[in-house]
Protein backbone atom coordinates (compact mmCIF):
# COMPACT_ATOMS: atom_id res chain seq x y z
CA UNK A 1 0.00 0.00 0.00
CA UNK A 2 1.60 3.41 -1.16
CA UNK A 3 1.80 6.33 1.43
CA UNK A 4 -0.02 9.74 0.81
CA UNK A 5 3.64 11.21 0.87
CA UNK A 6 4.88 8.91 -1.48
CA UNK A 7 1.80 9.93 -4.00
CA UNK A 8 2.20 13.54 -3.75
CA UNK A 9 6.25 13.28 -3.96
CA UNK A 10 5.29 11.34 -7.42
CA UNK A 11 2.56 13.66 -8.70
CA UNK A 12 3.59 15.33 -11.97
CA UNK A 13 1.25 18.15 -11.15
CA UNK A 14 2.58 19.06 -7.98
CA UNK A 15 5.67 19.59 -9.10
CA UNK A 16 5.08 21.29 -12.53
CA UNK A 17 4.19 24.78 -12.99
CA UNK A 18 4.10 25.27 -16.31
CA UNK A 19 1.87 22.93 -17.96
CA UNK A 20 4.05 20.78 -19.67
CA UNK A 21 3.87 16.94 -19.29
CA UNK A 22 7.22 15.80 -20.01
CA UNK A 23 8.97 18.35 -17.93
CA UNK A 24 6.59 17.54 -15.19
CA UNK A 25 7.74 13.98 -15.64
CA UNK A 26 10.82 14.60 -15.67
CA UNK A 27 10.95 17.01 -12.23
CA UNK A 28 8.79 14.56 -10.11
CA UNK A 29 11.04 10.88 -11.19
CA UNK A 30 14.34 11.34 -8.37
CA UNK A 31 11.76 12.33 -5.56
CA UNK A 32 9.51 9.27 -7.00
CA UNK A 33 12.27 6.87 -6.60
CA UNK A 34 13.69 8.55 -3.45
CA UNK A 35 10.62 7.80 -1.82
CA UNK A 36 10.08 4.61 -3.52
CA UNK A 37 13.42 3.42 -2.01
CA UNK A 38 12.39 4.38 1.03
CA UNK A 39 9.16 2.51 0.98
CA UNK A 40 10.79 -0.89 -0.34
CA UNK A 41 13.58 -0.12 2.26
CA UNK A 42 10.07 -0.18 5.63
CA UNK A 43 8.50 -2.60 4.44
CA UNK A 44 11.63 -5.27 3.73
CA UNK A 45 12.17 -4.81 7.57
CA UNK A 46 9.27 -5.22 9.19
CA UNK A 47 8.63 -8.04 6.79
CA UNK A 48 11.26 -9.68 5.28
CA UNK A 49 12.40 -10.67 2.08
CA UNK A 50 10.18 -13.57 0.64
CA UNK A 51 12.13 -13.40 -2.63
CA UNK A 52 15.52 -14.75 -0.45
CA UNK A 53 16.14 -18.30 -0.99
CA UNK A 54 15.99 -20.46 2.03
CA UNK A 55 19.16 -22.58 2.66
CA UNK A 56 18.65 -25.91 1.66
CA UNK A 57 18.46 -28.90 4.31
CA UNK A 58 21.41 -30.65 3.17
CA UNK A 59 23.83 -27.36 3.60
CA UNK A 60 22.18 -26.69 6.94
CA UNK A 61 23.74 -30.26 8.29
CA UNK A 62 27.01 -29.67 7.22
CA UNK A 63 26.87 -30.87 3.59
CA UNK A 64 28.73 -29.42 0.80
CA UNK A 65 29.27 -29.39 -2.44
CA UNK A 66 33.17 -29.75 -2.33
CA UNK A 67 34.76 -32.32 -4.90
CA UNK A 68 36.10 -34.85 -3.69
CA UNK A 69 38.21 -38.30 -5.33
CA UNK A 70 38.88 -41.31 -3.76
CA UNK A 71 40.56 -44.48 -4.97
CA UNK A 72 39.59 -48.43 -4.46
CA UNK A 73 40.89 -48.48 -0.76
CA UNK A 74 39.05 -45.38 -0.05
CA UNK A 75 42.08 -42.80 0.04
CA UNK A 76 41.33 -39.60 -0.62
CA UNK A 77 42.94 -38.91 -3.85
CA UNK A 78 41.77 -35.39 -4.76
CA UNK A 79 39.95 -32.85 -2.61
CA UNK A 80 39.54 -32.81 0.94
CA UNK A 81 38.91 -35.30 3.59
CA UNK A 82 35.55 -34.34 5.18
CA UNK A 83 34.75 -35.93 8.48
CA UNK A 84 31.03 -36.22 9.39
CA UNK A 85 29.24 -34.03 11.82
CA UNK A 86 27.34 -35.51 14.44
CA UNK A 87 23.67 -33.23 15.53
CA UNK A 88 25.46 -33.93 19.01
CA UNK A 89 28.25 -31.62 20.70
CA UNK A 90 31.18 -33.44 21.69
CA UNK A 91 33.32 -33.81 24.10
CA UNK A 92 31.67 -31.08 26.34
CA UNK A 93 32.85 -30.68 29.88
CA UNK A 94 30.29 -28.69 31.45
CA UNK A 95 30.83 -27.74 35.32
CA UNK A 96 34.06 -28.29 35.75
CA UNK A 97 34.31 -31.64 34.66
CA UNK A 98 37.50 -33.50 33.01
CA UNK A 99 35.29 -36.02 31.60
CA UNK A 100 32.42 -36.23 29.45
CA UNK A 101 28.52 -37.27 31.66
CA UNK A 102 28.15 -41.41 30.61
CA UNK A 103 32.06 -42.46 31.29
CA UNK A 104 31.42 -43.98 34.35
CA UNK A 105 28.85 -46.31 35.09
CA UNK A 106 28.35 -48.28 38.54
CA UNK A 107 24.87 -50.05 40.06
CA UNK A 108 23.19 -48.98 37.80
CA UNK A 109 23.81 -45.34 36.92
CA UNK A 110 25.52 -43.40 34.93
CA UNK A 111 27.83 -40.89 35.79
CA UNK A 112 31.15 -38.97 35.10
CA UNK A 113 34.32 -40.45 35.70
CA UNK A 114 36.76 -37.91 37.02
CA UNK A 115 34.19 -37.18 40.26
CA UNK A 116 31.99 -40.31 39.94
CA UNK A 117 29.35 -37.71 40.17
CA UNK A 118 25.81 -39.63 39.36
CA UNK A 119 23.24 -36.30 38.95
CA UNK A 120 23.82 -35.05 35.56
CA UNK A 121 24.22 -30.83 35.44
CA UNK A 122 26.36 -31.50 39.30
CA UNK A 123 29.48 -29.67 39.83
CA UNK A 124 32.83 -31.69 39.40
CA UNK A 125 34.06 -32.21 43.02
CA UNK A 126 37.43 -33.86 41.74
CA UNK A 127 39.82 -35.79 43.84
CA UNK A 128 37.86 -34.06 46.96
CA UNK A 129 35.14 -35.73 45.81
CA UNK A 130 36.00 -38.89 45.49
CA UNK A 131 37.67 -39.41 48.94
CA UNK A 132 34.24 -38.00 50.47
CA UNK A 133 32.69 -40.19 48.76
CA UNK A 134 34.61 -43.08 49.72
CA UNK A 135 34.30 -41.67 53.37
CA UNK A 136 30.55 -41.65 53.06
CA UNK A 137 30.95 -45.20 51.47
CA UNK A 138 33.05 -46.56 54.53
CA UNK A 139 30.52 -44.60 57.20
CA UNK A 140 27.89 -46.39 55.81
CA UNK A 141 29.04 -49.91 56.02
CA UNK A 142 30.03 -48.73 59.85
CA UNK A 143 26.07 -47.83 60.40
CA UNK A 144 24.75 -51.16 58.54
CA UNK A 145 27.33 -53.16 60.79
CA UNK A 146 26.22 -51.17 64.23
CA UNK A 147 22.40 -51.73 63.59
CA UNK A 148 22.88 -55.49 63.00
CA UNK A 149 24.50 -55.62 65.86
CA UNK A 150 21.84 -53.98 68.10
CA UNK A 151 19.40 -55.67 66.13
CA UNK A 152 21.40 -59.04 67.45
CA UNK A 153 21.26 -57.69 71.06
CA UNK A 154 17.55 -56.84 70.56
CA UNK A 155 16.88 -60.58 69.55
CA UNK A 156 19.08 -61.64 72.60
CA UNK A 157 17.33 -59.30 75.36
CA UNK A 158 13.75 -60.17 74.02
CA UNK A 159 13.31 -56.89 72.41
CA UNK A 160 14.32 -54.31 75.43
CA UNK A 161 17.30 -52.79 73.69
CA UNK A 162 16.97 -50.03 75.80
CA UNK A 163 17.27 -51.48 79.50
CA UNK A 164 20.43 -52.79 77.69
CA UNK A 165 21.49 -49.56 76.18
CA UNK A 166 20.69 -48.49 80.17
CA UNK A 167 22.51 -50.77 81.62
CA UNK A 168 25.66 -50.54 79.67
CA UNK A 169 25.83 -46.74 80.26
CA UNK A 170 25.28 -47.15 83.74
CA UNK A 171 27.82 -49.40 84.23
CA UNK A 172 30.57 -47.41 81.97
CA UNK A 173 29.61 -43.93 83.14
CA UNK A 174 28.70 -44.11 86.61
CA UNK A 175 30.86 -44.61 90.14
CA UNK A 176 28.15 -46.10 91.81
CA UNK A 177 26.90 -49.00 90.14
CA UNK A 178 24.49 -50.47 93.14
CA UNK A 179 21.74 -47.24 92.57
CA UNK A 180 22.01 -47.87 89.19
CA UNK A 181 21.26 -51.33 89.33
CA UNK A 182 18.06 -50.64 91.93
CA UNK A 183 16.75 -47.98 89.31
CA UNK A 184 16.97 -50.18 86.83
CA UNK A 185 14.95 -53.13 88.66
CA UNK A 186 12.64 -50.16 89.20
CA UNK A 187 11.32 -49.44 85.93
Same mark, same amino acid.
Given at each position: MLSLSL??????? *?ICKTGNAAEAYSQSQPACMVMQL?????????? +? %???EKAPEDGMLLGQTERYVEYDAAGRVVKGQDIKAHSRYEEDV???????? /? #?? /??? #???? +?? *??CHQTIKNSYCTGEA?? !??????? %?QMQLNIKRKAE???????? #????????????? !??? !??HFCSCVALLLMH
Open positions: LTACAPS *AKNKDTIMQQY +G %DAAHPNNHTSV /W #GS /WWE #GGQW +GY *ACGL !VAAEAQA %DEDKAREEN #GGNLEVCATFLFA !VLH !VP
